[in-house]
């Protein structure tokens, strides 16, 4: 799939996970070495739940009104649209675009979200805003961030479970522990791992606080007492032998060209595989990431 392909769907859910699986998509083909029609059938997983759109909103960097920047959040929090789409533009046009993923990092921070979508698809638009190199691209961009932020922040995506009564969390997060928590309830289709994946990647870009922040919100999501049994697996699977990478590009292989279920196969994969070439990770915890591997490629 293109950047340009991404750039064009749009959410069926709630939020718009082409980016992210683009970015994805594009680790893998650096690790393995498949077909490239092997790819495609990877990619296509996109087009199942992700429609494409290619209307224009935005045609240029004129915008047709006067956008007041003392109501930006009003109308963004409450999604009027399409002036939303406009106000966003013209963020976008008068600051850093650090201000505006800062700013909704800072959201993050502040709000512990179902499944982690806020913090891994915001990192996603911010890695992918680096590639944008057109003007349509860059007015497709900021529709699709535009239509993320008003689905998702400002409170408009809260949903709370409560905590296993047994849970005491650490003073200071520990990625180890969280590591092993992740493996013990790895969540709906491995979304814990695939948001601790995603916040270790971007270690780098935080501040010690807002790391130790961010994979403290994992951590708690991995206890809490969840009424769906999705979001609940059982990893019964236990694989035998050494976890070689020859058994997780094999393993891969399966979840992502066997079947087809979703577009989670694709971001849980490639999640699995920067967790495992971590120079810190047991061997154990590298043969528990081949039994989620197996586990999903059975759903």
């Known amino acids: ?55 224009v909103i935005l045609t240029s960097n004129v915008i047709p009104f006067d956008t007041k920047t003392q109501r930006r959040h009003w109308i963004l929090a409450r999604g009027i649209y399409p002036h939303a789409y406009f106000t966003l533009q013209q963020w ?11 700013y909704y990092l800072a959201q993050c921070l502040e709000n512990n979200q179902y499944l982690g979508h806020n913090i891994t698809i915001l990192f996603a638009f911010k890695e ?19 239509e993320f932020v008003t689905s998702t922040f400002y409170g408009n995506n809260v949903t709370d479970y409560p905590v296993e009564p047994s849970f005491v969390a650490d003073d200071i997060p520990d990625k180890y522990q969280i590591l092993k928590d992740c493996l013990s309830s790895p969540g709906f289709w491995g979304h814990h791992l695939i948001s601790l994946s ?22 708690l999501q991995c206890h809490w007492r969840y009424e769906d049994e999705a979001d609940r697996p059982n990893i019964d699977t236990r694989f ?28 849980l994969s490639e999640s699995i595989v920067f967790l495992f070439y971590q120079q810190w990770i047991q061997e154990e915890q590298k043969a528990r990431l081949i039994d989620v591997l197996a586990h999903f490629s059975k759903s």
């Open 240 to 267: 035998v032998g050494t976890a070689s990478s020859d058994v997780l590009e094999a393993s891969c292989r399966k979840l992502l060209l066997n079947s087809v279920n979703n577009l989670h196969q694709i971001t």
């Open 128 to 146: 992918s805003w680096e590639l944008v190199e057109s003007e349509k691209q860059r007015l497709r961009f900021i529709e699709r961030f535009c």
């Open 198 to 219: 995603w916040v270790l990647k971007k270690q780098h870009e935080l501040s010690g606080d807002e790391f130790n922040q961010l994979i403290a919100n994992i951590q």
């Open 1 to 55: 799939m293109l950047f340009d392909h991404a750039l064009t769907r749009i959410a069926a859910i709630h939020q718009q996970h082409a980016i992210k699986c683009f970015l994805a998509s594009r680790a893998l083909k650096k690790r393995f070495d498949w077909t490239s029609e092997e790819w495609a059938q990877i990619d296509s997983l996109i087009c199942l739940q992700e429609p494409e759109f290619n209307g």
């Open 92 to 102: 976008f046009q008068s600051a850093e675009t650090t201000e505006i993923f800062d």
